[in-house]
């Protein structure tokens, strides 16, 4: 079973930058494909970057050139570095295995990008 803890998130001006992290529980965190999801109010949750448990990364088109995800296995930390953020990144940000689990959602970190 595997339980996460997302942080990092805040209040930005357009063009700045923030960095997610999430510590996930559990030995097998390093075998499996994570990703962090966002999700803006009254839209859908969606995936906007994934990483494998070799380091293979895809990202969603809105965020391509602008964010990048990475990991520690040694710590058990997936991370989200957001840079060039714009208003429209505004949304409760998330991590999960890929594909998403129901049962490993976390209380998610709010990303709000205004001037």
């Known amino acids: 079973q595997v339980e996460v803890v997302e942080s990092g998130g805040g209040l930005v001006q357009p063009g700045g930058s923030l960095r997610l992290s999430c510590v996930a529980s559990?030995?097998?965190?390093?075998?499996?494909?994570m990703g962090w999801y966002r999700q803006a109010p009254g839209k859908q949750r969606d995936l906007v970057a994934g990483i494998t448990s070799g380091g293979t990364t895809n990202y969603a088109d809105s965020v391509k050139g602008r964010f990048t995800i990475s990991r520690d296995n040694a710590k058990n930390t997936v991370y989200l570095q957001m840079n060039s953020l714009k208003p429209e990144d505004t949304a409760v940000y998330f991590c999960n295995l890929v594909p998403a689990h129901p049962a490993h959602w976390g209380q998610g970190t709010q990303v709000t990008v205004s001037s």
């Open positions: 559990g030995s097998i965190f390093k075998i499996l494909a």
